[in-house]
C-alpha cells in the first residue's frame, strides 16, 4: 500500500476512533421516523429507469444525510457500471463495486476521494464488536452469470489495511445481493443460490435452508431473525432460526405502494428499519420489476414492536428518477443494540390455517392475464391472482371482494386457461395464502384494479 493511502487510511482511522458523530444543521424529514441522524446511499438511474439490477452500467451512485441540509447529492457520477453502494455500520465509509473491473471500493461520506480496498463485489461491511475493524465481505469467482450471478467465494477484507485478509466461505455458491452478517461474524443469511434461502454458519461452512424466495436480510442485532422476500415481491417472510416460527409483515400495503410489487428491500444498522424500493407499476411480460420506472423511490420504515407489520414509513427520495440498490444507516447507542426482540407466539399456527381453508361461491370481476415462461424468467413456475366478488360463504367469512391465485405454470409448463369469464360464477376451496409456505419462493403476478384485496389461494 502506498505512504499517500496509508495516511489517508491513518487520518480516516482517527475520525472513526472518536466515534459515530452527529452534525446538527437542518433534520431531513425521515428523522420524523428514525428520531436520529440517517445516512441513506442508493444506485440511481438518470437514462431510461430500467437498470434495475444494475447490469446495464447506467446509474449513479446517491447519497443522503438527514443533517447536512444539502438533501440528495451525487457521489460517484454516471452512467457507469456500479453495484449496490453500502454504509458502514459506523456510517462514515460508502462502500460500492465496479462491474467493469470486478473491484471494490470505499468512499469516505465526507470526502469525495474514492479508493480502491481489492478486486470482487462488496457483499456487506461488518463492524467487529472487539476490535472496531471495518471488515468489507467480498464475493470472488462468480458462477451462473446474469440476473442470478452468485460466488463461490467470500472473502473478509480489512477496509483500513486490504492486505489483511480471509477466505470466510466456499461453500454452495452465494447471491450477490442477498448476502448479511452477523455483528459478531459468525452467521450469514443468504441466497444458496437464488431461490434456497437460509443461514450459513461461516466458522464450520455449513448451512442450513428455512425456505425459498429472494432478497434475504438478516437482523443487524439478532442473527436468529432472517426474513425472505415472496415471489409476489410485496411481504417479507420472516423467519426466527431457533423457534422456527415463521410469519408474514406486508410491505405493499404502504400508502405509496399502494399494492404494487417492492424490490430491494434490506435492513438498517438499526435493528428497528429496513429500506426498500417502489412501487414497480409499469408491467414488463411477468414481472413490473423490470419495467423499473420514474415513480421508483425509496422508503423507510419501522417495524412494530411484536415484528407482524411495518407500523411507519416515510418515503426518503422525491426526484424523477428510477432509484434502486438502497442501504440506510440509523445512529442509534449501545443500550439500542441489546434490542433483540423475540419472536411473536405463534403456537396456534396450525389451528388457525385450518380455520381458514373454506369453501366460497364466488363472481369473478377481473382477471389478470396469463404471464408466459419467458414473462417469469428466471421462475419456472408461477400463479395469478384474480378478483372476485363473494356470493356464498360461512358465516364469519368477513370479505365481500377478494383476490385468489391459480396456478398458471407448473414445472415450465403453461396450463390450459381456466374458462370462467368475468361475470360467472363458480365455487372454489380457498385458504389464506400466507398461511401456505410451499408458496412463499413462487412467483405470484397480480394485475387488476385493487391489488389490495385480501389474497387466497385456490385449494
Not at 150 to 178: C, F, I, K, M, T
Not at 363 to 379: F, H
Request: proline fraction near 7%; aromatic fraction near 10%.
Amino acid at each position: 500500500m502506498t505512504k499517500t493511502i496509508t495516511s489517508f487510511f491513518l487520518s480516516a482511522w482517527l475520525l472513526l476512533s472518536l466515534g459515530c458523530g452527529n452534525r446538527t444543521s437542518g433534520p431531513h424529514p425521515v428523522e420524523a421516523l428514525t428520531g436520529a441522524h440517517t445516512r441513506l446511499v442508493w444506485l440511481q438511474d438518470a437514462w431510461d429507469h430500467v437498470d434495475v439490477f444494475s447490469d446495464a452500467g447506467q446509474v449513479r451512485l446517491m447519497s443522503l444525510d438527514s443533517r447536512d441540509g444539502r438533501g440528495e447529492q451525487v457521489r460517484v457520477p454516471g452512467p457507469a457500471p456500479l453495484r449496490k453502494p453500502l454504509i458502514s455500520p459506523c456510517g462514515e465509509w460508502i462502500v460500492y463495486s465496479r462491474d467493469d473491473d470486478a473491484s471494490v471500493w470505499a468512499l469516505p461520506w465526507e470526502d469525495d476521494t474514492p479508493l480502491r480496498i481489492t478486486e470482487g463485489v462488496a457483499l456487506d461491511v461488518v463492524r467487529d464488536a472487539a476490535d472496531e475493524t471495518l471488515w468489507i465481505y467480498v464475493g470472488r469467482e462468480p458462477v451462473d452469470p446474469g440476473v442470478n450471478v452468485a460466488y463461490g467465494e467470500v472473502h473478509r477484507v480489512n477496509l483500513s489495511d486490504p492486505d489483511q485478509a480471509e477466505q470466510v466461505w466456499d461453500g454452495p455458491p452465494v447471491g450477490r445481493d442477498n448476502f448479511q452478517v452477523s455483528a459478531d461474524g459468525r452467521l450469514a443469511g443468504a441466497l444458496f443460490p437464488w431461490p434456497d434461502a437460509g443461514f450459513a454458519d461461516l466458522e464450520n461452512g455449513t448451512w442450513e435452508q428455512i425456505g425459498r424466495g429472494c432478497w434475504t436480510g438478516l437482523s443487524p442485532t439478532s442473527p436468529s431473525l432472517m426474513w425472505i422476500l415472496d415471489g409476489a415481491h410485496r411481504n417479507l417472510n420472516l423467519n426466527h432460526a431457533e423457534t422456527r416460527e415463521r410469519w408474514t409483515v406486508p410491505l405493499a400495503q404502504h400508502e405509496a405502494i399502494g399494492g404494487h410489487e417492492i424490490y430491494h428491500p434490506r435492513w438498517s444498522s438499526h435493528p428497528s428499519y429496513l429500506v426498500m424500493s417502489g412501487p414497480y407499476k409499469i408491467r414488463k411480460g411477468g414481472n413490473n420489476i423490470r419495467g423499473g420506472g420514474a415513480d421508483v423511490q425509496l422508503h423507510v420504515g419501522r417495524f412494530a414492536e411484536d415484528w407482524q407489520s411495518i407500523e411507519a414509513w416515510a418515503q426518503v427520495t422525491d426526484n424523477e428518477h428510477a432509484n434502486f440498490f438502497p442501504d440506510v444507516w440509523v445512529r442509534f447507542d449501545a443500550e439500542t443494540r441489546a434490542d433483540l426482540r423475540s419472536a411473536p407466539d405463534r403456537s396456534d399456527a396450525e389451528e388457525t390455517l385450518a380455520a381458514r381453508i373454506v369453501e366460497l361461491e364466488v363472481r369473478l370481476l377481473e382477471k389478470t392475464p396469463t404471464p408466459t415462461l419467458a414473462d417469469i424468467a428466471p421462475y419456472t413456475q408461477g400463479l395469478a391472482a384474480h378478483s372476485y366478488e363473494v356470493i356464498s360463504a360461512p358465516g364469519d367469512f368477513p370479505y365481500e371482494r377478494i383476490l385468489i391465485a391459480h396456478w398458471v405454470i407448473r414445472d415450465r409448463e403453461t396450463l390450459p386457461p381456466m374458462a370462467l369469464q368475468p361475470g360467472e360464477q363458480t365455487t372454489f376451496t380457498v385458504t389464506a395464502y400466507d398461511e401456505v409456505p410451499e408458496l412463499e419462493g413462487e412467483r405470484l403476478v397480480m394485475d387488476v384494479e385493487d391489488l389490495l384485496l385480501p389474497l387466497f389461494y385456490e385449494k
